[in-house]
T-cell receptor
């Protein structure tokens, strides 16, 4: 099964807030990440949070981390049509080994913004 | 702009053939990772190169191999292509090899195997 789980679709109206949720399995993950992927493009790093933090805010983005429940969320305030994309949650698993830096991604949440 | 460039952008190959994908990054990106993203899935880690040596590998067979060059550019080679190898291949670079140095992705190479 997937190590990182996300709901596949989210639809919101322009101007509303979007909340994208993610659950992960490795409690020793040091950092957790949110990436954005637009059609035909690679992944753009949006934000990341260190595991000893509960919240991080960066302009319209707010990340909440609940380590007890292994739950991560990304809130986008005042969602715009340009925010339409696929959003991936990712963790750094404990078994990266030998100092290698591996990310385990969820399947992604497709955010559709209705004008 | 991430400073990571991949070529070609699209490629069509036949089952059984071999393919080489390329990645280049700005100076200082001395760690490069390759990911495979199948349609509708998240990226899957293939392997990572640090200072020109493989430094970690995901669950991919040996017919997936790579190189990193002194100028930090990298290649992904796939032998004996299979239909399931059709995917977007992403190169990701970072400064150093620590968790507080995030990955910067290229736009990927879309490989289609027929």
């Amino acid at each position: 099964g997937e190590d990182v789980e996300q709901s596949l679709f989210l639809s919101v109206r322009e101007g509303d807030s979007s909340v994208i949720n993610c659950t992960y399995t490795d409690s020793s993950s040091t950092y957790l990440y949110w990436y954005k992927q637009e059609p035909g493009a690679g992944l753009q790093l949006l934000t990341y949070i260190f595991s000893n933090m509960d919240m991080k805010q960066d302009q319209r983005l707010t990340v909440l981390l609940n380590k007890k429940d292994k739950h991560l969320s990304l809130r986008i305030a005042d969602t715009q049509t340009g925010d339409s994309a696929i959003y991936f949650c990712a963790e750094t698993p404990r078994n990266s080994g030998a100092g290698s830096y591996q990310l385990t991604f969820g399947k992604g949440t497709k955010l559709s913004v209705i004008p | 702009e991430t400073g990571v460039t991949q070529s070609p952008t699209h490629l069509i190959k036949t089952r059984g053939q071999q393919v080489t994908l390329r990645c280049s990054s700005q100076s200082g990106h001395n760690t490069v990772s390759w990911y495979q993203q199948a349609l509708g899935q998240g990226p899957q880690f293939i392997f990572q190169y640090y200072r020109e040596e493989e430094n970690g590998r995901g669950n991919f067979p040996p017919r997936f191999s790579g190189l990193q060059f002194p100028n930090y550019s990298s290649e992904l080679n796939v032998n004996a292509l299979e239909l399931d190898d059709s995917a977007l291949y992403l190169c990701a670079c970072q400064f150093g090899n620590s968790y507080n140095s995030p990955l910067h992705f290229g736009n990927g190479t879309r490989l289609t195997v027929t």
